[in-house]
């Protein structure tokens, strides 16, 4: 079975520009999670989604992220307009709900904003 | 207050040797999931070994167990006989049911992380 899938892979931009990350969760799976990973301050949950509906977004830096899910099988981040504080590693990961249930990562997109 | 803390920021074991890497948790949730998850340098999040808060044996997969310990609010991980390839960073994460937004939120609570180094 296809695990979580991200693309791309790795991103290089400049300062200013749009970033969009995207993710594919694993088939039958209802939640979704958009993570962030920095040296500086670890494994931040940014914003996840339960049956495609957002469910927290509180770790959301400010206005300039964005997040969707308009299907089951399709999430984006968005990062619009892009500053070199948003280099980071960007995770998506997948699971069914429920408290015994795995969540399961992607390979994450390594962002980095010159 | 913390939900999850590990306090060794850093471990070193001997290769073949077992080490444990130590979790504490905080919940007033009567079920909850641990799991212990693996980051190694290349940098992807790969699960170890979950244990359920009802569960009555230790989890174990391989070499990886789960000294869980309910009362003491514990869930060590356990690695036996480490090999070279267990060099990387330990999270250990609780799952709760909550309810944020009058639903259950299901969130993952992670812990700074433990960076273990196998020395040859």
Not at chain 1, 13 to 23: D, F, I, K, P, S
Not at chain 2, 3 to 28: H, N, R, W
Request: glycine residues 8%; charged residues 20%; proline residues 5%.
């Amino acid at each position: 079975d296809a695990g979580v899938i991200q693309s791309p892979r790795h991103e290089v931009t400049e300062m200013g520009q749009e970033v969009t990350l995207r993710c594919k969760p694993i088939s039958g799976h209802n939640s979704l999670f958009w993570y962030r990973q920095t040296m500086m301050r670890g494994l931040e949950l940014l914003i996840y989604f339960n049956n495609n509906v957002p469910i927290d977004d509180s770790g959301m830096p400010e206005d300039r992220f964005s997040a969707k899910m308009p299907n089951a099988s399709f999430s984006t981040l968005k990062i619009q307009p892009s500053e070199p504080r948003d280099s980071a590693v960007y995770f998506c990961a997948s699971s069914r709900l429920g408290v015994q249930e795995t969540q399961y990562f992607g390979p994450g997109t390594r962002l980095l904003v010159l | 207050a913390q939900k999850i803390t590990q306090t060794q920021p850093g471990m070193f074991v001997q290769e073949k040797e077992a080490v444990t890497l130590d979790c504490t948790y905080d919940t007033s949730d009567q079920s909850y999931g641990l799991f212990w998850y693996k980051q190694p340098s290349s940098g992807e999040m790969i699960f170890l070994i979950y244990q359920g808060s009802y569960d009555e044996q230790n989890a174990t997969e391989g070499r990886y167990s789960l000294n869980f310990q309910k009362a003491r609010k514990s869930a060590n991980l356990v690695i036996s006989a480490s090999q070279l390839g267990d060099s990387a960073m330990y999270f250990c994460a609780m799952r709760e049911a909550g309810s944020l937004s009058g639903a259950g939120s299901y969130q993952l609570t992670f812990g700074k992380g433990t960076k273990l180094s196998v020395i040859p």
